[in-house]
């Protein structure tokens, strides 16, 4: 996750760490904690950008997949418009699945599988 240099400083001053330590945690150079989590999720609060890869492929019948991935791919949302479904997977898992959601409803899924991984992966 990137977060500008003032920010880390604040984050760090709440957490009673440095603004290196908060650096360390944002690039996951600490273990993961719940104390590790708490200092990603305000991070993310505070502004912090995290990363995603979107790519388009096609399956052989033709159908068309659009992949939102965040955090090496540890979580995706993955949209086919032949079905107009959109799955959600953590860790290669599918865990939810939507039909038909508009541009805003498929905008609230992807901020909140950002917020995912940039608090969990």
């Given at each position: 996750?990137?977060?500008k240099r003032g920010k880390m400083k604040e984050i760090g001053a709440r957490f009673g760490i440095t603004s290196q330590g908060v650096s360390q945690?944002?690039?996951g150079r600490r273990p993961e904690?719940?104390?590790a989590k708490a200092v990603k999720a305000a991070a993310y609060e505070a502004g912090g950008l995290i990363?995603?890869?979107?790519s388009f492929e096609t399956e052989k019948g033709g159908n068309v997949?659009?992949?939102c991935s965040w955090s090496d791919g540890a979580v995706q949302l993955i949209h086919s418009r032949a079905t107009d479904t959109v799955y959600k997977y953590v860790c290669g898992e599918q865990v939810e699945a939507?039909?038909?959601l508009s541009i805003p409803e498929f905008i609230q899924k992807q901020k909140a599988c950002e917020r995912l991984a940039a608090i969990n992966y």
């Open positions: 996750m990137e977060l945690i944002l690039s904690s719940t104390y990363n995603m890869a979107v997949l659009m992949v939507w039909q038909g």
